[in-house]
């Protein structure tokens, strides 16, 4: 399944009136606590086999569908 299909099914279980665009801002939108991003760092942790270190905590990389497919492509290469 491609990464961004992926995200955006785990976000969907959160989300789920609304289907997310590639670029939208999740925290804009106002989706984001601090237990949900913990919550999708675990995640990604756990679906993609990478370790997203301290220096990967910028909201930066967790901004968008797009953000976060960048990182994991980032961590995986």
Not at 5 to 29: M, P, T
């Amino acid at each position: 399944m491609d990464i961004k299909l992926k995200i955006k099914a785990f976000l969907s279980r959160f989300f789920r009136k609304r289907e997310l665009l590639d670029n939208e801002d999740i925290f804009e939108l106002g989706f984001v606590n601090s237990l949900f991003a913990m919550q999708l760092v675990m995640f990604i942790e756990k679906e993609f086999s990478i370790r997203i270190d301290n220096q990967d905590m910028d909201m930066e990389n967790f901004r968008s569908v797009t953000k976060i497919a960048e990182l994991i492509e980032r961590k995986s290469a």
